[in-house]
């Protein structure tokens, strides 16, 4: 469970073990681990090897979302000055997410406004990370009138356009690398990748040369306001507002 989007996970799979060790189930750990994983992919996973399902459709999980985004959303709208100055200063700015087309309009949308494309120069959707940064998998330009969402074949990285109106689907670091290095000039660019799923955007991207992965955990620390309700829940305990100790773990100057 190496995020929190995952948590919900976590009770589940304590009533599995218990009822397997009370043998009220005739199951494995590994029949388990396998009926936990179609769940997911039947909740989540809306793309078939023919064609893209719409999300806003299937499971039960897409569908409220989509209805109505800042139920579950957060807007962040002072993020946008934060990355118009890195654009002013001549950055390139861009989305690596494994997330595919339609979530990704969705989530940046409700984050930062209908405009939120102006904020970067590439959009990556469906990236498969960690594959994007350990495979050569092709990139395609998204065009959602074929069915699987799959328009032309990227060849290289000189077909790669920074309009952040196009979304590239699946593809491999070695296209933004090589679109960097031809136009600064660079022969290994300096990229910060900022992620909050520590194995396969931050550890991946951190162990690629000029890439530094920047772990983005909340979950680490509270708010004031949650302090103090854990506090008077649990006076017998205890706590900093820094639940973990990241320089035990990390090093001081890790994050």
């Known amino acids: 469970m190496s995020t929190f989007f995952e948590h919900v996970k976590v009770p589940q ?3 599995g073990v218990e009822l397997i060790d009370k043998g009220l189930v005739n199951k494995t750990y590994i029949d388990l681990c396998n009926d936990i ?6 909740m989540y996973y809306h793309i078939t090897p023919e064609r893209v399902l719409p999300a806003k459709t299937f499971g039960t999980y897409f569908p409220p979302l989509f209805e109505n985004p800042n139920k579950f959303i957060i807007p962040q709208p002072e993020l946008i000055p934060v990355l118009k100055k890195l654009k002013d200063q001549g950055k390139f700015l861009f989305i690596a997410t494994n997330s595919h087309y339609e979530y990704t309009e969705l989530i940046m949308e409700a984050t930062l ?3 939120w494309r102006e904020s970067f120069d590439f959009v990556f959707s ?4 960690p594959l994007f940064f350990t495979a050569k998998n092709p990139m395609y330009i998204c065009d ?5 969402f799959k328009g032309r074949k990227l060849e290289t ?5 920074p309009d952040s109106s196009i979304t590239y689907l699946e593809g491999n670091h070695t296209f933004l690398e090589g679109f960097l290095s031809h136009h600064f000039n660079k022969k290994v660019p300096e990229i ?15 162990s690629l040369p000029g890439w530094s992965g920047i772990a983005i955990i909340e979950e680490m620390s509270l708010r004031e ?5 854990i506090e008077q829940a649990l006076p017998f305990a205890p706590m900093d507002l820094q639940l973990v100790k990241y320089d035990k773990y990390w090093s001081e100057d890790y994050f």
């Open 13 to 15: 799979v304590l009533m």
């Open 37 to 42: 994983k179609k769940v997911v992919l039947s």
């Open 113 to 115: 406004g209908p405009k």
């Open 126 to 129: 469906s990236c498969r990370k």
């Open 144 to 148: 959602t009138s074929n069915p699987h």
């Open 157 to 161: 990285f000189l077909d790669l356009v």
């Open 192 to 206: 910060a990748f900022f992620g909050d799923q520590y194995t396969s955007d931050v550890s991946f991207s951190h």
């Open 225 to 229: 306001e949650e302090y103090k309700v």
